[in-house]
C-alpha cells in the first residue's frame, strides 16, 4: 500500500560527542550509529537484539528507547488508519484519492504561481566559523519564477565544511520546502504536489549538497536552515510585488536557533543527555501589516510551546535562574520583527559538579535575521558563561538577579559552535535572535514606539536612532514636535551621506502620461510599465531609478555602517558591514543589506515584463 515516515530528535546517537551533534566530527564516521534498512519490529513483535544493540550504543539508554517506541507507535496509528480507511472504501479509492490530493496540491500552486509576477529573486545568508576556524561560508540562492515554475539555484554557495554544519541535498530541498510550503501552500495539502512546481541547482560537494562522508549531523539546523533562510526572503520579496499576495510576505524569522546539549550525570548518579529546547524563544518576522509575534519560534511550527522549566528542574541537575526578553533585540521597521528570548542556567545538585556543553548556532558575527523593504535584521546570538558568579552569595543576601549583566564574575563570550563545561557556580546565557524588520523605521506609528519603550522592549536610544523617536526623559511622555524635526534630520543625513553606484540617463514618462500598468516591487517601488522596457520607480515621490532590466540599488543613494548600527549589543566585526539603500528623491530607506565587507551588491529583485496584468 505504501510507507510511513516518522521523525523526531533523539537524544544521543552514540557520536563522539554527547547529543546526536558532534562539533569535533571530521567525517559521518564520528558521528554515531549508522543503520541503515533493518526492521526494528517484525511480523509485530520487536527485534529485541537489534533495539538493545541501539540502546547499548548511546549514552541515555532510557530516553532514547523511550524515543523510538515513541516512533513506532506513531508508525502503528498511521498503519491502524490507512488499514481502517481501505477496509470502509477499499484499496482502489484509496490509491485514487491518494493521487487527487496530490494533483490537486499541484493545481493549486502552480495556478498561485501564475498569479505572481515572473522574475528572479536573490538572497545571501552566512554561516560564521566551523569549529577549526572562523572562516565564513554563504549560501547564496537566485530563486526565477517563470509560469508556474520556480527554480531555486544555489550557483554561488559555499564547499562544504570540515564540521557536521553541511547537510546533504535531501536537507536542502527540505529546507526549500519549509519555505515554499507556510508562504505559497498555507491552504493546500502539503504533499509531493507542492513539489512539483519546484526545480532546483544545487552544486555538488556545497554545505547545503554535501559528499560523503562529510559530518552534517548539525545539517537540520546548520545548512537545511540556511536553505531556508534565503528561500523565505527570496519567496517573500515575490509576494511583495503582489497587490494581492502582499501580506503573506514575512522578514526572517529567529534564523539561527542556538542549540544547547547539556549532559553529565544527575542526582541518582545516571548519566543524561538532554538539549534545552529554548530555540523556540525566537522572535517572529514583521509582516507588511503587523509586528512580528514576540518569541514565537519558527513559522512552521505556530503552536509551538516552550519546555516547562518545572519539569525541566525535576528532571535534570539545573537550576533557570531566569527567561527574559531581550530588550532592542527585533529588527526596527516601520513594524518590527519579534523580540527575542534569553535564558540563564546553572548546574544543581549533580554529584560530580560538572555539566559538559556542547552549543551549536548560526550569527554570534554576522546579522542572519533579516528585515525586508527598508527594515533592520534583527541582533546577533550570544552565548556566554559566567565563571565562579556570585550568584550564590546574591541568593544567600535575598537578592535575586532578574538579568544575566547584574551578576560578576569571570566573562567568558563563545564562539557560534563550542563546547564547554561549567561548575557549581558558573551561570550560562544564551541570547536567541528576533525577527526581522518591515518596511523604514521612520515610518513606524511614533505611538507603537513609545508603547514598546513603555512596555521595555525598545531602550530610548534606540528609539531616536532608528526610529527618530524622542521620549521625555523620565520616559512617561512623547515629544512630538522633535519627533517630526528627528526624524526629517534624519532623511538630511541620508541624502547627504548616500552616494550613488550608478546614474545612467534613463527614458523618463511625462507626468501627463497615464501608466500602461503597474504593480509594486516591495514597499516602497513600483514598476511602471509606461515605457517599452519599464521603470522602476519610488512609490512615495515618483523619483525613476532605471529600467526593470537593471538593480534598482546601483541607482539608488547608499551608505555601509558597522553591525552595531542597528544595535550596540551587535558584533563589531570588521569584517561585515549593514548596506542601506535610500531614494534620492525622499529618502526613504528602501532596503537594508548585510554583507561581507568586499560582497558585490546582491539583485534582490529582477523582474521580467508580464504578457498580461496581474492583481
Given at each position: 500500500v505504501g510507507w510511513y515516515a516518522t521523525m523526531t530528535h533523539l537524544v544521543d546517537i552514540g557520536g563522539m560527542d554527547p547529543g546526536g551533534i558532534s562539533l569535533r566530527a571530521r567525517d559521518a564516521y564520528q558521528?554515531?550509529?549508522?543503520?541503515?534498512g533493518i526492521k526494528l519490529v517484525e511480523k509485530g513483535k520487536l527485534k529485541s537484539e537489534i533495539f538493545d544493540f541501539i540502546l547499548n550504543s548511546v549514552r541515555d539508554p532510557g530516553m532514547v528507547g523511550l524515543e523510538l517506541k515513541a516512533q513506532m507507535a506513531a508508525g502503528e496509528t498511521a498503519r491502524r488508519r490507512v488499514m481502517e480507511f481501505i477496509d470502509d472504501y477499499g484499496l482502489k479509492a484509496y490509491k485514487q484519492i491518494s493521487q487527487q490530493v496530490i494533483q490537486y496540491a499541484e493545481e493549486k500552486l502552480r495556478a498561485r504561481l501564475l498569479e505572481l509576477p515572473d522574475g528572479s529573486f536573490s538572497s545571501t545568508i552566512y554561516q560564521d566559523g566551523d569549529v577549526i576556524s572562523d572562516r565564513i561560508y554563504q549560501v547564496s540562492l537566485t530563486m526565477t519564477k517563470k509560469g508556474d515554475n520556480l527554480l531555486f539555484d544555489f550557483t554561488g554557495t559555499s564547499e562544504q565544511t570540515p564540521c557536521c554544519v553541511n547537510c546533504t541535498i535531501y536537507g536542502a530541498k527540505g529546507g526549500v520546502f519549509g519555505a515554499v510550503a507556510p508562504?505559497?501552500?498555507?491552504?493546500?495539502?502539503?504533499?509531493?504536489?507542492v513539489f512539483n512546481p519546484l526545480s532546483f541547482s544545487i552544486p555538488d560537494g556545497s554545505l547545503i549538497s554535501a559528499k560523503f562522508p562529510a559530518p552534517c549531523s548539525m545539517g537540520t539546523v546548520g545548512g537545511a536552515f540556511l536553505a531556508f533562510d534565503v528561500s523565505l526572503i527570496a519567496i517573500s520579496n515575490m509576494l511583495t510585488c503582489s497587490k494581492k499576495y502582499k501580506e503573506e510576505a514575512t522578514a526572517q524569522w529567529s534564523p539561527s536557533s542556538p542549540g544547547t546539549?547539556?549532559?553529565?550525570?544527575?542526582?541518582?548518579?545516571?548519566n543524561f543527555?538532554?538539549?534545552?529546547?529554548?530555540?523556540?524563544?525566537?522572535?517572529?518576522g514583521a509582516k507588511t501589516y503587523e509586528d512580528g509575534p514576540d518569541v514565537a519560534g519558527k513559522p512552521w511550527t505556530p503552536e509551538a510551546t516552550q519546555p516547562n522549566v518545572e519539569s525541566i528542574e525535576l528532571q535534570l541537575p539545573l537550576l533557570y535562574l531566569n527567561r527574559n526578553i531581550v530588550?532592542?533585540?527585533?529588527?526596527?521597521?516601520?513594524?518590527?520583527?519579534?523580540?527575542?528570548?534569553e535564558l540563564c542556567i546553572k548546574l544543581y545538585d549533580s554529584p560530580t559538579g560538572r555539566l559538559s556543553l556542547s552549543l551549536m548556532g548560526m550569527g554570534c558575527e554576522p546579522l542572519l535575521g533579516y528585515g525586508i523593504s527598508g527594515g533592520y535584521p534583527s541582533h546577533n546570538i550570544k552565548l556566554r558563561i559566567l565563571k565562579n558568579s556570585d550568584f550564590a552569595r546574591r541568593l544567600r543576601e535575598g537578592t535575586m538577579p532578574h538579568r544575566f549583566e547584574e551578576l560578576k564574575g569571570e566573562l567568558l563570550v563563545l564562539p557560534s559552535k563550542a563546547q564547554a563545561e561549567i561548575g557549581n557556580d558558573d551561570i550560562l546565557s544564551v541570547e536567541y535572535n528576533g525577527g526581522g524588520g518591515y518596511g523604514d523605521p521612520l515610518?513606524?506609528?511614533?505611538?507603537?514606539?513609545?508603547?514598546?519603550?513603555?512596555?521595555g522592549l525598545v531602550s530610548p536610544e534606540r528609539a531616536r536612532e532608528l526610529y527618530g523617536v524622542l521620549v521625555e526623559p523620565n520616559g512617561n511622555k512623547l515629544k512630538i514636535g522633535d519627533t517630526e524635526r528627528k526624524r526629517k534630520?534624519?532623511?538630511?543625513?541620508?541624502?547627504?551621506?548616500?552616494?550613488q553606484l550608478k546614474s545612467d540617463s534613463i527614458t523618463k514618462v511625462s507626468d501627463q502620461a497615464k501608466p500602461q500598468y503597474s504593480h509594486p516591487m516591495g514597499e516602497y517601488l513600483k514598476v511602471d510599465y509606461s515605457t517599452d522596457n519599464g521603470n522602476i520607480l519610488c512609490r512615495k515621490c515618483s523619483h525613476t531609478f532605471c529600467s526593470i532590466d537593471k538593480n534598482f540599488k546601483e541607482y539608488a543613494l547608499h551608505a555601509e555602517f558597522p553591525l552595531t548600527r542597528s544595535s550596540p549589543r551587535n558584533s563589531k566585526t570588521e569584517r561585515f558591514v549593514l548596506r542601506e539603500y535610500y531614494c534620492p528623491g525622499c529618502a526613504t530607506m528602501l532596503e537594508v543589506e548585510v554583507a561581507l565587507l568586499s560582497a558585490p551588491v546582491v539583485r534582490s529583485f529582477m523582474i521580467s515584463r508580464p504578457s498580461r496584468k496581474l492583481e
Open positions: 558521528e554515531g550509529i549508522r543503520v541503515r508562504l505559497l501552500a498555507y491552504d493546500i495539502p502539503w504533499n509531493q504536489g546539549i547539556v549532559s553529565g550525570v544527575n542526582k541518582d548518579g545516571r543527555v538532554s538539549i534545552v529546547m529554548e530555540a523556540m524563544c525566537g522572535g517572529g530588550p532592542d533585540s527585533a529588527g526596527a521597521g516601520m513594524f518590527r520583527g519579534g523580540m527575542a528570548g515610518d513606524r506609528d511614533p505611538l507603537m514606539v513609545y508603547a514598546d519603550i513603555s512596555n534630520e534624519i532623511r538630511q543625513q541620508r541624502l547627504a551621506s548616500g552616494t
